[in-house]
């Protein structure tokens, strides 16, 4: 088998920062993998359940019952609280009591590994081919299960104050930790909502400086936003005429949230579709197939 075979592959969606485009990305990823293959079911374990309501599903996320607790804590089926957002896209809810899961996970038997045994392992490869994880932006219990269950990370991230602290934080307090314990791939850094020049010294250029000159770069960064040392002289010089790197601010995106719905379903002519369906091919294949040779 070669380094990337596609195969059925679970992933994590997660960073230790709020507003960094994390559920954007998740559920437009989580999209493109159902429409590139029929199915795909994507899991909101994020507390403030914003995918969940976002999608129209307040019933489940208010429900006297929470679905969660009976799946990860009794002997609920997860098959009986998925429900469908778009043909061939299903979505395990979240519910407003998921710190109260998380909590009662810190005292269970296997407290780590609750997702994986009781929704991963049955559904993956058999039901699903692929299946997303909205993660917590915190640390704790429920994003634990979920870098366990996946061995798989993305981490999203836009040019927002304290962007580098949230890259920081999220690979030396969240994968770092994760791996003294269980194997974890990042998958991909994904800079989103991208808007500004990149000719001048602003904070969009600078995100993209910092993931483009990790050690790690050319096996996270997507071709949709690897910059050469080449590209920077083109890009100062005004010469430069490939495409703008990353996930561009476009207002279908946004609105497509405010419609409840994945932005393929919103609007199938977006541009940054494609953005979001390389990164559907990274999760397939397990990393990131690169398209040209980079110098950086």
Known sequence: MSEHDTQPRAVAVGVLKGGFA??????????????????????????????????????????????????????????????????????????????????????????????????????????????????????????????????????????????????HNTVNRLVKEARQYFELDILAVVPSGLSQRLDQDRRDRALLEEINSMGIADSVVPNFCRISDEDWAAIDGGTYDGPLPGIRYRSAIDDANDAGLPLRDYDASCDQLSCYGELAAIVETGGVVREREVVA
């Open 22 to 167: 994390k559920t954007t990305t998740a559920i437009n990823l989580a999209r493109e993998l159902a429409h590139r293959n029929e199915s795909a079911l994507v899991i909101d374990l994020d507390d403030n359940g914003h995918m969940t309501q976002n999608l129209g599903f307040i019933e489940e996320y208010e429900a006297e019952t929470n679905h969660v607790h009976e799946v990860l804590l009794e002997d609920g089926d997860v098959r009986d609280a998925i429900v469908s957002v778009v043909d061939g896209l299903d979505l395990l809810p979240a519910h407003q009591d998921l710190e109260d899961v998380q909590t009662q996970l810190k005292n269970a038997m296997g407290g780590s590994t609750r997702l994986n045994t009781r929704v991963v392992e049955p559904l993956l490869g058999d039901e699903y081919d692929y299946i997303v994880v909205d993660c917590p932006a915190n640390q704790g219990k429920l994003n634990e299960n979920a870098l366990y269950a996946t061995n798989n990370l993305i981490i999203p991230v836009r040019p927002e104050t304290g962007y580098d602290s949230g890259i």
